[in-house]
């Protein structure tokens, strides 16, 4: 049975940071491409950060040099460290892993940026 936990959501003032982690188990981890996306009220989910299993990085614009997405083979957890957050990164965050032929999701956790 493939699962994922994800955490580290929250609510937090603009400019602070959160690191979010989604574990995930039933699956070879170490072969899938693991990303995170975003989902805003009332608009379509979207791609933030994707990392390869050769550790190949790539980041929605408005993200670079904020985020950071990175993997952990041994502990089948990839992590996104999010610095500097404005009030338009707010959304659900979810965890997808995905190969040629099978796409996983997560449940999702909320990130609520505001003063």
């Known amino acids: 049975q493939v699962q994922f936990v994800e955490s580290g959501g929250g609510l937090v003032e603009p400019g602070g940071s959160l690191r979010l982690s989604c574990t995930a188990s039933g699956i070879a981890f170490n072969i899938y491409t693991m990303g995170w996306y975003r989902q805003a009220p009332e608009k379509q989910r979207e791609l933030v950060a994707t990392i390869t299993s050769g550790g190949i990085t790539n980041y929605e614009d408005s993200v670079k040099g904020r985020f950071a997405i990175s993997r952990d083979n041994a502990k089948n957890t990839v992590y996104l460290q999010m610095n500097n957050l404005k009030p338009e990164d707010t959304g659900v965050y979810y965890c997808?892993?995905?190969?040629?032929?099978?796409?996983?999701w997560g449940q999702g956790t909320q990130v609520t940026v505001s003063s």
């Open positions: 997808k892993a995905q190969t040629s032929i099978r796409t996983f």
